[in-house]
């Protein structure tokens, strides 16, 4: 699974080398950079207002690719202390997910919200998140 596409040219060029490889489809998730934040990567509702009719629209496009499936959403939150101040980031990506869910649109099928991480995971849980990045408390910090 790929969980890191951002726009509908990332997911038209995944669709196309996974085409040239002989392959049928490759699960995706699009990731949200839900905090607008410049250090991390994904669609940030700061460029594309309004952001969840943006966000329809970007599953609308990715449904029509013959070799990607769209399979969830993907946002680590914003960087912050207090777990709790990431509630309503995690709550608007499930809105999200379950506008896209509402769309019924061939080739998605919305089985994942990624959110969190070891900090805010179990915010995310409580929020709706099916798949949380936990590496920290596993493996420790890295530096």
């Known amino acids: 699974m790929i969980q890191s596409v951002d726009s509908e040219k990332r997911a038209a060029d995944i669709d196309a080398r996974v085409e040239a ?20 990567a994904g669609v940030s509702p700061h460029d594309h207002e309004p952001f969840e009719e943006y966000m329809d629209r970007l599953a609308e496009q990715i449904s029509r690719l013959e070799h990607v499936r769209l399979e969830g959403l993907m946002t680590m939150g914003p960087r912050v202390g207090d777990p709790e101040r990431s509630r309503p980031y995690f709550r608007r990506v499930k809105r999200i997910f379950d506008r896209i869910s509402a769309l019924r649109l061939d080739r998605v099928d919305m089985r994942y919200l990624s959110m969190g991480m070891t900090n805010s995971y179990r915010v995310a849980v409580e929020e709706g998140a099916n798949l949380v990045r936990i590496g920290t408390a596993i493996f420790g910090r890295r530096d």
Do not use: D, H
């Not at 392959?23 to 250090?39: D, K």
């Open 21 to 40: 490889a002989g392959r049928r489809t490759v699960p995706i998730l699009v990731e949200i950079n839900i905090g607008s934040e410049e250090t991390k």
